[in-house]
């Protein structure tokens, strides 16, 4: 028995088709036309969407769960940034400046 909101695995299998497409219009791209960030990063946010969506069925939540993730997504990725300055001083193996 399959949930109120769930269309089967028809849809599933739909989802990952179009995941796997982007992915080789990715690499058609790049061995064409040279990996431009901005065409990359376009791809890669709508592969990223439908993987969040679908495959983490975010779909089926309230619309104000989807907007509270965001601050939370946008907190860690300024975290992130945080610590590659010190990553790529350890992968240099060089000390703190002083």
Avoid at 84 to 96: C, H, N, Q, V, Y
């Amino acid at each position: 028995m399959s949930a109120p909101n769930s269309e089967g695995m028809g849809t599933t299998f739909i989802v990952y088709g179009a995941i796997l497409a982007i992915a080789v219009v990715q690499v058609l791209v790049a061995m064409s036309m040279g990996p431009s960030l901005g065409r990359m990063l376009i791809l890669a946010a709508i592969q990223a969407y439908l993987a969040v969506m679908f495959f983490m069925h975010l779909r089926d939540e309230k619309p104000t769960l989807r907007l509270a993730l965001i601050p939370g997504t946008i907190f860690v990725l300024v975290m992130m940034n945080m610590i590659w300055a010190d990553s790529f001083r350890l992968a240099l193996l060089r000390s703190f400046a002083k």
